[in-house]
């Protein structure tokens, strides 16, 4: 909480909202600031009609309207530490000369999302490549999914890490009641191109975010290593919402960040 407090003071600062000490306490001024920046943010829009924040969230909340008014890209007002809300709180941290990076537990984030690493970081906190969690977890898909390389098999589950097993469980589901299973079929959605797979990355020296079970392929046919939005179906508008509920729960599209691998997703934010 006081790591939390700080990081939304350091914030409030930069926003001009704060001019008391960055010290972790939620004083009056401190307190004083989160109002003010809650305010501003129901003044513009930025927290949606009749939104209400409490605890964690309201300080949450302040901070991401400070950060979005000084030029960072925090996302939405929501409240939830998720991975632009992080990403955007390291970028003030370097621009303030910090020299120490914040430490928001996912406790942090209530009910919201993911809180993931970078790529470089996934060993610590994911543990060893290719050990016991990799495939701890166990995916219960919304109905039965095709094996991409052999159609005539299905699976009903997966495994995976043992810490993306609900994020993962919840993308499919909720995409799932989004499209309806007809639709969800059309796109190939249900086309399971593999998670934990200990191994190198394509073409390069590093180890594949598949060798922590935190990555997912799915119809890797029409969406090939190297294809770009021309040519890759998972860039097609139709899968719009699919890639909202994806990064909802913050993870990471290699398609929609770099343009290539549009079969793939992690639990890694790319360094």
């Given at each position: 909480?006081r ?5 939304a ?5 930069h926003a ?6 960055v010290d972790?306490?939620?004083g009056?001024k401190t307190?004083?600031?989160i109002?003010?920046?809650?305010r501003?943010?129901?003044?513009t829009g930025?927290t ?7 605890g ?6 302040a901070?991401?309207?400070?950060l979005n008014?000084t030029?960072f ?10 991975p632009?809300?992080r990403g955007s709180?390291?970028?003030?941290m370097h621009l303030?000369g910090?020299?120490?990076p914040?430490t928001?537990?996912r406790?942090?984030r209530?009910e919201?999302p993911g809180?993931?690493p970078?790529?470089?970081d996934?060993e ?7 050990g016991?969690?990799c495939?701890?977890?166990r995916?219960?898909?919304p109905?039965?999914?095709s094996?991409?390389?052999?159609l005539?098999?299905?699976l009903?589950t997966?495994?995976c890490?043992a810490?993306?097993e609900k994020?993962l469980?919840?993308i499919?589901r909720?995409?799932a ?5 007809n639709?969800f ?5 249900d086309?399971?191109?593999?998670c934990?797979?200990?191994r190198?990355m ?5 180890l594949?975010m598949?060798?922590?079970g ?7 046919e029409?969406n ?5 939005s021309d ?7 139709d899968?719009?919402?699919?890639w909202?509920?994806?990064e ?6 290699l398609?929609?960040?770099?343009d ?8 890694a934010r790319l360094?």
């Amino acid at each position: 909480m006081r790591d939390l407090i700080e990081a939304a003071q350091h914030a409030l600062r930069h926003a001009k909202l704060y001019e008391g000490l960055v010290d972790g306490i939620a004083g009056r001024k401190t307190r004083t600031a989160i109002s003010i920046a809650l305010r501003d943010a129901a003044a513009t829009g930025s927290t949606g009609p009749g939104a209400q924040f409490e605890g964690e969230r309201r300080i949450v909340a302040a901070m991401q309207h400070a950060l979005n008014v000084t030029g960072f890209d925090a996302g939405p007002v929501d409240g939830y530490v998720g991975p632009r809300t992080r990403g955007s709180l390291e970028e003030l941290m370097h621009l303030l000369g910090e020299g120490k990076p914040l430490t928001l537990d996912r406790e942090d984030r209530g009910e919201g999302p993911g809180r993931w690493p970078l790529q470089r970081d996934v060993e610590s906190v994911f543990g060893p490549a290719g050990g016991q969690q990799c495939t701890a977890g166990r995916v219960v898909l919304p109905f039965a999914f095709s094996l991409a390389w052999d159609l005539d098999r299905t699976l009903l589950t997966f495994s995976c890490h043992a810490d993306v097993e609900k994020p993962l469980e919840a993308i499919f589901r909720e995409a799932a009641a989004a499209y309806g299973e007809n639709e969800f079929r059309r796109l190939r959605l249900d086309r399971f191109g593999g998670c934990f797979n200990h191994r190198r990355m394509r073409g390069g020296s590093r180890l594949s975010m598949h060798s922590w079970g935190i990555a997912v392929d799915l119809d890797p046919e029409r969406n090939q290593l190297r294809w770009n939005s021309d040519r890759a179906a998972f860039a097609h508008r139709d899968y719009r919402l699919w890639w909202q509920i994806v990064e909802s729960h913050g993870a990471v599209s290699l398609g929609r960040q770099r343009d290539f691998d549009w079969m793939h997703f992690q639990f890694a934010r790319l360094s």
